[in-house]
């Protein structure tokens, strides 16, 4: 499935536990000391610097770019770290998010209500998903280093459908397939 940003409600819909997808866009960067500031931000009132309506967060800190590169290696990081974070961001309509590992259940139940669904990227594959990556450009947070926040643009950035708004989760719908594997002795 190709998905073009902005995400419509459409988009998300359509998307299934187990789907690939392959996302073509604007793509923004984030882990956890970027998520932190940002709700940080919002407790205090401030309007966040960037419009999450219908975007996409990628949990990854980029490498430094090779000459004539827009971005280094940027393999997705761990989620899990992001689940006391995300909420306010889906709030503030934040779409998809795109990372590597299993979600708490809490937020799971979030992402759900707020229509919104989560994609891992493949692990250890850092060098050949930079290669879908067009532009690169650091938006906010520079005092992070590879956790400030990038605005990337990419093209075909390929990941798979974890969780989705119809309650599908890939992770456990997979593991049940394998406790149905009889062995014999």
């Not at 971005?71 to 992001?82: A, E, H, K, L, Q």
């Not at 992402?111 to 532009?135: D, F, H, N, T």
């Not at 956790?147 to 049940?176: C, S």
């Amino acid at each position: 499935m190709k998905i073009h940003t902005p995400i419509t409600e459409q988009d998300i819909a359509m998307m299934k536990a187990g789907e690939i997808v392959y996302l073509s866009g604007t793509l923004f960067t984030g882990r956890d000391a970027a998520h932190k500031k940002m709700v940080e931000a919002l407790n205090r009132g401030e309007k966040l610097p960037i419009d999450f309506h219908g975007q996409a967060i990628y949990y990854t800190g980029p490498t430094p770019a090779k000459a004539g590169r827009p971005i280094g290696s940027c393999g997705p990081t761990s989620s899990y770290r992001m689940d006391a974070y995300s909420t306010p961001l889906m709030k503030e309509g934040l779409k998809v998010m795109i990372g590597k590992g299993d979600r708490s259940d809490a937020f799971i139940q979030d992402m759900m209500k707020e229509k919104a669904v989560y994609l891992q990227a493949v692990g250890g594959a850092g060098a050949l998903l930079s290669r879908k990556v067009i532009k690169s450009v650091v938006i906010l947070y520079p005092e992070l280093g590879p956790e400030a926040i990038h605005k990337l643009e990419v093209k075909d950035f390929p990941a798979i459908v974890t969780y989705d708004i119809h309650g599908g989760n890939l992770i456990t719908d997979e593991v049940r397939k394998y406790h149905k594997i009889q062995i014999d002795e």
